[in-house]
Every structure is written in C-alpha cells, then in structure tokens.
DNA sequence: GGCCAAATTGACAACGCTGTCACATGTTGA
DNA sequence: TCAACATGTGACAGCGTTGTCAATTTGGCC
C-alpha cells in the first residue's frame, strides 16, 4: 500500500529527507515554517513511515511485549486492557506472549525472545513477576521490563505494587468485627508470592483482633474451585467448623459456596464467604461475594507508562508505586455468632 | 544483543550471506552440504536473524494482527490460545488489537491500521466477522484476513464455521423430548448475526417438533447478564409461563437461574435453563449449566492456519470448513410437565 | 571428451528510515 | 560591524536482510 515514502514528503516540502525524519519524530531544532510545511506534505500524501524501515535503522520496534502464565481470563483480559490504553496513546502495539511458568524450557524460551526480539521491552504480570530466573535472565541481557504486582518489594524502580497484605488484614479484621471468631483461611498456590502475602495478612488480622492463627482453619488451595471445593470439605466436616472462610482468591471462594450450598448452609447466616480478586462472576452469584478488588487495568497501565519512560531513559524517582485493593462489600458476608 | 549477522555467518561457512538467507528461509537449491556447514556456523555462532531487516526487506512481518471487540473474556482467551497455538508452530508472533465494533472511526482506525501494519493478516472474530465496512475496507486494500464464525456463509475460502443454527435446533427438540412445549427463548444481541442464527435454531426446532413459535416467549436479550435478568422477569411473570427457557448465550442463561432463584423457582424442577457457549463458570453453577460449547480454539486454529496458508500464497479447496458446537448436557435440564 | 540443461552460488542493488557530522543560517554582544 | 555561538538543515552512510539476475558448477547423455 504504503507506495509514499519518506523521499516523495521531503520532495513535495522541499526539503531533505532528515528533515521530515525530524519532524516526525518530534526533535527540536526545526523551524516553525519547516514543520509545518513538512506536516501539511505528510497530510495531502497521506504518509505513513514504514515501521519496518523504522525499526531497522532506529533499533527499536515501538512494540511492549505482555509476558503472563495464564491467571484467571478476567485478569489477563484486563492487563491487557490496561496496556493496550497506555500502548495506543503512544502508538505502540502490544505483542502478547503467555508461557509455561513451570517449565524449564522458560530460560531458552526468553533468551530466544530477547535475542529475536520484535519488542523494546516487556512486562510481567504474576507469578512471572516473581519469577527468580526469568528477571535474571532479563537483567542479564540488559533488557527493558517492568513488573505488575510482584509479591516482594525488590526493584521497586521497575516495579508496581497493590497491598496484598494489608487488604487482607483488613478484611479479617472486618469479619472479625462481623462477630466472627473462628475464620477459616484457604492459602492460594504456593508458587504465587502474592498468595503468601495474602495469608500473612490474614495472620495480622487475628493478631490485631488478638484472635490466635488456629492451623486447623488454614487450608491449602491451588487458585483452582475444585481446589476451593476440596478445601471446603475438608474444613467444614472436622469438629472445629469454621463461620467464615476466607479464601485467597474468588475462584475458590465459589468452590466454597458450592459446597455451604450442598450442605444446606446458609450464606451468608450460617456461613459468610470472602474472596480476593473480585472477578465477574462474583456479582452474579446467588449471594453476590464480598471480596477485594485490585486495580488491575490502573496497574497496568502504571506499569505501561513507567516501561515506556524507562525506554525513553526517563529516570524514575525511585520512590514505591502502589495501587490501593479495596474491599468490596456484597451480600456473602454477615453477622457472626459473637455479634453484639 | 544480537552482534552476529548474517554476513559473521556467511563468512564462518564460507558462503556468500545470499546462501546463507536461503537456507535460512527454506528455499530450495541448496546442496545439502552447503547446507549443513551453514547451518552448523548458525548453531555455533548462535545466529539469529534480525527481524526488522527481514521484515524490511521481505516486506512481511511474520506477525499476525488479532481484531475483535471485547465479547467475553472466556471467548477472547481461548481464541489467543488457539491463535498463538499455531503462531508459536510457525515462529509468528500475534499482536492484539481490540477495537470499537460500534465506533464509527473503526473504518479509519482499520485504514490507518492497514497503512501503517505491522502485521501480515488479519484475524477477525466476531462481531467484526460480520461488519460490512470493515470487511470492504480489508478486502479494497487487498489484505489478508480470515474470518472465524461468521454468521453469514459467504467468503468460504477464508472463514472458518460453526454450526449455530443447527445446534440450537437440536438443543430446541431435546428440551421438546424432555416433555416441555412452553420453552422461552432469549434473543442475543442483533448487532451480531449469530445469535440470528440461533434464533433461527429455535424456530428449526420448534416447528421440526410441531410446535409453533409464540412470540410471548421471545424476548429480545443484549447478551448481557443483566439483560437476561430483565427478560426473564418479563418471561416469567407473564401468564403463559415457560417450563424451560434457552438463552443464547451463557451471561443471560446465568441471569435466568439468578431469577428463577430469587422467585423460588427450583432448576431443573419448575425451570430447565439452557445458554450457549460454556463459559468457565457455567460448570461451576448450582446447577451446572446444560449448554453449547463452541471449539473456540480449535477454530482459531484452524483460522490461523488458513491464514498462514493465504500469506504464503497456498490456493484453499474452496471447501467450508465447519467446526461443529455440541451440546453439554449438565444439571440445569430435566423434564418438563409433558414427559411421559 | 564435449555439450546442454539444470542445479547451485554469488554480487550487488534495493528496502525506507535514523544517526553522524558538516555546513548554512541566525542571533547576540561589544 | 564583526566575531562567537546557537540554531536549522542537508549529504550520506549505515541498519541487516531479501530479490534479481548473472556466473559458475554439476550431471546426464551421446
């Protein structure tokens, strides 16, 4: 299509092909006049730069690179949606690449994408921001990332954070104010930092609450509802039931009301229910879950921004970044036996 | 990174770098030990191409171009999935691009898209594999694309299918043998065509099985969870009230069961609820959703396929490829006041 | 051995942009 | 009025491939 080139908008401007380069690029040191007679060239012809032209002599693909091993589809779909906001004002693509967290072909696989690489950095969202070899292997190489609510608080430069803990804490906090004294806990998949974080903030909740952390309301889960289905069962048939189960995400949290739901409990009277993620479904149950929202597309499109200014050798206060989660009150939540 | 170039591996193999890119890119009339001294200078050297230069020079970008409005998040994953699948097989990369299919700058933003492509072809799913505009544009600019379940039959030779209207049919006579004659249907979104299809379904059914299609029982649904809300309150306060209702989508069907669960209607007892798709979440109802499952995937596999097949210039038996949806029975169905 | 067609290989010019650096043009201050 | 310096602009060499086309080698056959 692109039959235009650089070339014919210097000929009609009467200028030389850098100078056009300039204008598009936006560098100074070109005159008002200059520019626009540069620009309304590029209008009547209707040019385009050829990005692959582009990409070649400037050595940059105006392309981020997504990298994620599949969480729920709602979160990666609003990842996505996050940096295709940010990507679009700045007119860069989005190339997404999802991988095998477990495998130990991840190494190669990244080392190929590096060394191959159509993008000028990437982002990552959970359990790769966590993931140890990976940013090594992307240190190493010198390359452009940033990471999306990893669960330490290291590189906090190239990094963009959420209050797992503390979200949760208050959360227990809120149950145990409900009346609620013994809350049963499901641990998310091990392998997610986050989810520890999580569970830590759980722990401070009792504490705060003076509530002791009694194990045999801790389960652990693996972010899966028949995991969450599984743990369900497990706590709620053993003599010391639980009035509350919080679980570590919303997918869980649905196994449980599965099985409250087969056991003929009520929720939330003779059982409240709480998740973390705030996913879709969640409002559509019969009741509605009460769970914590993070701010997903916000953090990615932080992340976004603070990637392409880490391209643009922006330098960054190092000074933390973080998006609040915040508790979203429904209807699977109510008055515990100790209430009043 | 990448410092070797083709030149450092043509000169390792004592080969002009011409030699070198066509064993790079497959061609034939290399001697086979011309062939493996290159290649084993690539492997040693750890040579890999640029993919600017090449892409500037070959004027293609080994990408594909992913376009689709946001229908559920489910649907948008698996279709990546699938996508990626055969991209990943054929060292393609995929760039997403979700767009406004109600936008009235989708003909210029598709056009600047065209211009300014980093892509080689276009993958389009619905709604956009119906949207006329979009469709002249791609094709008055020659570009490569391919269509995954249009819900018209033209174009076979770049779209892949699913059998929407037949299913619901078959979905329609199996509530019909269940013993139930008043069966509700919600219509989708008229904006896109293959929920026409699938009320054309319905009617298939109804009239294969003798009954006639009272119009009482439609209502005009947005495939929304809330917009099965709404109709199946109208449909279920009415006189003529259905034993069964079909949703044509899953998001309605769920708003059916949160109604009928809020009037104490049990499911399947009083209501047999039916939805299409199988979204993740349907298996996790109380009860389980009986619905359709479309192969998402492997449909989008198969488009991939095709279109990979079109850019390298493969001529397609113009045969219509059909990817068949089948019904998954599960709890939300059983027999209705007629049965026996 | 000689001849021809087919198979194999190479030289070199694109591809369309950005970076470098030299040069031209203005601008300021004495 | 003229250095001295800042600002604008252009010429041209890459960037690392693929495409074209000509040159060379090979193999088959008399």
Redesign the pocket.
Known sequence: M??V???DV?ERA?????????V??R?????G???DRVESAIATLK????P???S????RAFVVGLLYDNPSSSYVIDIQRGALNVCRREHYDLLIHPCDFQSSELPAEVGHLLRNSKVDGFLLTPPLSDHESLLTALRDANAHFVRVAPGDHAEIDRSVFTNDRESCAEMTRYLVSLGHEAIGFIVGDPAHKAMAERYRGYKDGLKAAGLPVDQRLVKQGFNTFGSGVECAHAMLRQPLRPTAVFASNDEMAIGVMRVAHQAALRIPEDLSVVGFDDIPIGQQMFPALTTIRQPVEAMAMTATDLLLGQLRGVIHTSKLILLESVIQLRESTGPGPHSR
Chains 1, 2 share one sequence.
């Open positions: 692109s039959k080139s650089i070339t210097a009467g200028v030389s092909i850098k100078t056009v380069s300039r598009l690029n560098e100074p040191n070109v005159r006049a200059t520019r040019y385009t730069p050829n692959f032209a582009r070649l002599a400037g050595n």
